[in-house]
């Protein structure tokens, strides 16, 4: 191993181990951080995108559509898969290991006296080297929620919330309503502001939070752009948009019947910051078919992999499932972390396959990782078919000698760590 390598994992060692590195939530660590580095995300133009489930695809199809327009394009998401460098993209390229290992190396220490997280110090190395490679604009994904969320300090040409479910309740709110509220907390004054399609409950509390913090208007990317004869293959999801009198039938490489939705958020983000972001519909479908987002119902062979960590996200895999004609029996490789609520994902995800193997992902923080032991005994408490397999790469690589299709889901960690197993390389 070469000492420029060992040099990045120790450096990354050293920032992970920042991981929950304070409770005080709120954004003044993040903007005295940034104040260091000469306010980098003041000299960015971005969009901006929160939301429970969806927001990975909507940024994927923001990021392809504003690179066909000839610009040179900064992609910021989380958590990664593979390597961390993945949260950082321009063009289609990572942020190189010397510039995170030189950034840590000047910056870690004052970071450690600010007490910043790892987070807060990932989303600054993120904008700081957007600046640092001259991007035209630049795609962020929100980490978690959107109010006191650490991407919260830009002023972006147009935001998003692409859905609303029950998910990291212990920092959210236990509610839709509550849930909405916080990551609405991103929509700003003069920003323009869609939404996906959301509840009535969560929909009222995304208007009454806008409204308060004089947001003139939120555009319903639904209403905007209407979607319709939605139908799913192997190879993406086709679907018809209508706008301004206009229909298209457009075709992403994005599988899943919400991917029809997805694309209209982005269209809607487009459209509402006007010229020289907007696209037309014939622009849009010939960009569609190259997005790119792994993990996200990816299929490799027998493999159906995709990130589903909350029980709506699970929803939308079973419904997935359900509609491609995959071959069987099913199998489905399935690692959950333990403060997700991995009991109505299990019934859920039992609906469309035929044996669950249940498993620990090898980079599940320990503090974090379920029992598989209390799982296997939910399984035959409810009669869901299901088995422990210790080994994670044994559960992998031998699941597809008894499965025609082998579903991996649960958890970023379980695809990633999958997707390793298989000798796939980081984006």
């Not at 990975?56 to 394009?73: D, I, P, Q, W």
């Not at 599940?364 to 799982?375: D, F, G, L, N």
Request: charged fraction near 20%; proline fraction near 3%; charge should be neutral.
């Amino acid at each position: 191993m070469d000492s420029g390598l060992t040099t990045y994992r120790q450096a990354l060692d050293a920032l992970f181990a920042r991981t929950g590195a304070t409770s005080k939530f709120g954004l003044q660590r993040t903007l005295d951080f940034l104040q260091l580095l000469g306010n980098p995300h003041e000299r960015l133009k971005t969009f901006h995108v929160a939301g429970t489930n969806g927001k990975g695809s909507v940024v994927a199809t923001l990021y392809a559509l504003l690179r066909s327009k000839g610009l040179r394009t900064g992609r910021y998401m989380s958590p990664h898969l593979i390597d961390f460098r993945e949260r950082i993209v321009v063009d289609d390229t990572m942020v190189d290991e010397k510039y995170v290992v030189d950034f840590l190396a000047k910056w870690s220490q004052r970071a450690e006296e600010m007490g910043a997280t790892f987070f807060e110090i990932t989303t600054a190395m993120a904008f700081d080297y957007f600046v640092h490679s001259n991007v035209d604009v630049a795609v962020i994904e929100t980490g978690l929620g959107g109010r006191l969320d650490s991407t919260n300090v830009i002023t972006p040409v147009a935001s998003a919330i692409t859905s609303i479910a029950i998910d990291h309740t212990e920092f959210l709110g236990n509610t839709e309503t509550e849930i909405a509220r916080e990551k609405a907390g991103i929509f700003k004054p003069g920003v323009p502001s869609v939404i996906g399609e959301l509840s009535t409950d969560a929909r009222i509390a995304v208007y009454q939070t806008a409204a308060k913090a004089g947001v003139a208007a939120v555009i319903d990317a639904t209403r905007l752009y209407r979607t319709s004869g939605i139908f799913v293959r192997r190879t993406g999801t086709w679907f018809t948009v209508e706008h301004a009198g206009e229909s298209v039938q457009m075709h992403t490489s994005l599988i899943g019947t919400a991917q029809a939705r997805n694309a209209a958020v982005a269209l809607a983000v487009l459209r509402s910051a006007q010229a020289p972001w907007s696209v037309s519909l014939e622009e849009a479908s010939k960009v569609l078919p190259e997005v790119r987002l792994p993990g996200r119902c990816q299929i490799l062979g027998k493999y159906l992999l995709d990130v589903a960590h909350n029980p709506d996200g699970m929803r939308s895999l079973v419904g997935t499932i359900l509609q491609l004609d995959l071959e069987k029996p099913i199998v489905a490789i399935l690692g959950i972390l333990s403060d997700k609520d991995w009991r109505q994902m299990m019934g859920v995800l039992s609906q469309a396959v035929d044996e669950i193997v249940l498993v620990t992902p090898p980079t599940a923080p320990a503090s974090r990782a379920w029992k598989v032991e209390e799982a296997a005994q939910y399984a035959r408490d409810n009669k869901i078919n299901a088995r422990i397999e210790r080994n994670f790469a044994t559960a992998v690589t031998s699941a597809p000698a008894a499965a025609g299709t082998v579903a991996i889901t649960g958890s970023f960690h379980t695809v990633g760590d999958a997707l390793e197993v298989l000798g796939e390389k980081a984006i």
